[in-house]
């Protein structure tokens, strides 16, 4: 990469990160201080400010970058990331979203506490949701160390261990000055930029191909090496029974574990209502399937015109795929190209920049309002829930710094996958158990929660993500006895299954006034906060 890359990469993203330092500096100074300002932004966005917000929580680093280099390299198979992704929107839109709002105040663990008993639920959904929210952080990190080492024309170890260090130094001060506020302007300034980016290489590549997306495609096929194969199912996960299972598997999680994501589900408590709340999903839904779309036909540019030896040298698993088109669309060795690229690489670190600030958010809500609030003695002086969740920030940034470093050569989107699993796995059971089973008690959501949680974090301990292949986290090691890269077609059914078996063998008897408020709650909205 040459020194104007770097340059001009490196001032637009210090540009970024000055505007949204000033707006996170503006509002530390206008907030009162108090837990629903910290967690929910005093819920005053509209459903369009916070559709904005909620696309840019969604569009991460693993849609922009670790997505389009998947459809890059493994073509339709690829895409099923792409569709998964965008057809779980409709699961919260119809099953979470407005009926979240009114039965919560922050967390996850609020909606299922309302008619538990609130200590073992609180423990239960804060780990898992500090869990996930973990998992989903190293992705970014990844994904900015990949970044990093384009940008700087190598793969420095130093040069992406600063990157990581860097970008975790940021989100804490982001989320521990800002809160939500300054967290939900930043997610719209970057959903924008992303927005727009993404059309604008859109048109680059359609004006390539002359409008001709039957070219585009053959073309993509022609360059990948594998020939027609390339736009036909099964050239990563068709192999054989244990890639087809795979498969489904992925699916699975990327359909189901969106209704259980701790930062997508607080951003339902930043509007004033459940209509809000619902019109919020509507918008982000236009916004995200646009995006996916999008995304698609990046992926199959990069493939034709970058091609999958120079993606490949790059970075392994595909990361760079769109920040290597850019560069070829505006001219290879000019400043279009140049200019170009560095507008990419830019976006892309604002989008990690935005989306870690919101993960890190959520889980250090889990840790204050859910763990802390919980497991604090009675005698122990008590210090503000808010004043915890910033030092929970402090510690979630370390450990995701620590994995991110861990999984570098990972592909992002892969990751992700990952962290949908255990979402659906753990979160959602609970959530529609809480919400619509009449009999369900205590004992049967710490169940739900623990018997998706623990298999889902066992099975990729014990699967190939982790040892017994060349890309392992440790090649060198083999204690691999699961062979799916992805839990989900295993834990999800475990959590449901251990939801319902711990409430049949539960002595308690489930509080039927309880839940009658709580389905009055979630339907109409009284009593909501």
Known sequence: MTGNHQTLALLLFSGFVAVTLGITTWVSRNRHGSA????????????????????????????????????ALY??????????????????????AELVRNCGRFTLADVVAARMSERPV????????????????????????????LLLGGTSTAARVWTVIGVGALMVIYVSLGGMRATTWI?????????????????????????NVDQLLLSAADRSGHGLAFLAPGLKYGGDWTARFDFMSLGLALVLGTAGLPHILSRFYTVPT???????????IGLVGGFYLMTIVLGFAAAAIVGPDAMRKSNAAGNTAVPLLALDLGGANSTGGTVLFAIVAAVAFATILAVVAGITLASSASVAHDLYASLRRPSAKPYSEVAVARTAAVGIGVVAIALGLLARDLNVAFLVGLAFAVAASANL???????FWRGFTTRGAVWAVYGGLIPALVLVLLSPVVSGSPDSLFPGVDFQFFPLQNPGIVSIPLGFL????????????????????????????????
């Open 274 to 284: 459940a209509r809000a709340a619902r019109r919020s999903v509507i918008w982000s």
């Open 429 to 435: 059971p609970v959530l529609l158990y809480s919400l």
């Open 75 to 96: 073509g339709y198979d690829g895409m099923l990331y792409v569709v998964g992704f965008f057809v779980a929107w409709i699961v919260v839109l119809l099953l979470v």
């Open 36 to 71: 629903e300002e910290f967690y929910a932004g005093g819920r005053l966005f509209s459903p369009m400010e916070n559709g904005f917000a909620i696309a840019g929580d969604y569009m991460s680093a693993a849609s922009f970058l670790g997505v389009t280099g998947l459809i």
């Open 187 to 211: 997610q719209i300034v970057k959903a924008v930029l992303l927005l727009s980016t993404t059309v604008a290489l859109t048109v680059l590549v359609l004006v390539r191909f002359h409008g």
């Open 122 to 149: 609180r423990i239960a959904a804060g780990t898992s949701s500090v869990t996930v929210s973990v998992l989903y952080l190293v992705a970014q990190m990844v994904g900015a160390g990949s970044l990093v080492s």
């Open 498 to 529: 251990s939801g319902w078996l711990g409430t049949v063998t539960s002595t308690e008897v489930p509080d039927e006034a309880k839940h009658a408020e709580t389905e009055v709650r979630a339907l109409t909205g009284a009593g909501a906060v």
